[in-house]
């Protein structure tokens, strides 16, 4: 069985968000256009309660994006973003929602973050993702949203170490910043991630 996951495409990470991705928008139409050659839709929402502490406004004399150690973990500090129930945190009106099967949130522990759809940084607690796509004998995950070089990009090396074959569909992603995406990627293909764009799937 084949999966698409579809990682946070959610108002924050979309033009006029907090944590706007460039150009992210256009992946929209592209994600809504394959989900029909899935036996399973799955969806991601970052989810962080608003003292999250990978955000800058938590912490004292800290600025946006600077690294900190955050309980032993380089911790990148973001601007707040998908504060649970909130406008930021829902996904796009123009993703069709009405195929997901599924949703799996994330970022809810406020000493940890999580990139990876599977695990928290710590790789100490699962979401579940991985028991729903075991349960459902899925063998494959095809990874496209929001953002290529983090959540996008952990959630593929979890799922490769996890044994799926793992493909990114790369032109229904967006990166934040160009020159992690390349080394991110570099570690992907390491990992025997393959790279396909929609073109492929249809
Ligand atoms: C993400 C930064 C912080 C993502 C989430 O979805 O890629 N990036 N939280
Ligand atoms: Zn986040």
Redesign the pocket.
């Known amino acids: 069985m084949k999966a698409l996951l579809i ?2 495409i959610q108002n924050d ?1 979309l033009e006029g968000g907090s ?1 706007e991705v460039k150009n992210a928008n256009a992946i929209i139409p592209l994600v809504n256009n394959i989900q029909n050659k899935f036996d399973v839709v799955v969806a991601t929402q ?1 989810w962080h309660p608003a003292t999250h502490k ?1 955000f800058a406004s938590n912490h004292v004399n800290k600025q946006t994006f600077e690294v900190i150690d955050l309980n032993g973990l380089p911790q990148v500090l ?1 601007p707040n ?2 504060v649970q129930g909130s406008f930021g945190a829902e996904f796009h009106t123009d993703l069709n929602t009405q195929n997901i099967h599924a949703i799996f949130r994330k ?1 809810t522990d406020i000493e940890v ?1 999580s ?1 990876s759809g599977f695990y928290d940084n710590d790789q100490r607690k699962s979401t579940g993702l991985h028991g729903f796509l075991t349960e459902l004998q899925v063998t494959e995950v095809y990874i496209c949203g ?2 290529a070089d ?2 996008v990009f952990y959630t593929a090396k979890d799922a490769a170490t996890l044994g799926y074959k793992t493909v990114v569909i790369e032109d229904a992603t967006k990166y934040i910043d160009k020159t992690n995406y390349e080394k991110a990627k570099q570690e992907m293909l390491t990992l025997g991630i393959e790279f396909v764009n929609t073109g492929d799937v249809l």
Request: net charge negative; aromatic share 24%; glycine share 6%.
């Open positions: 990682i946070d990470f944590l970052d990978s973001w973003h998908c970022g973050d990139y929001l953002a983090y959540c």
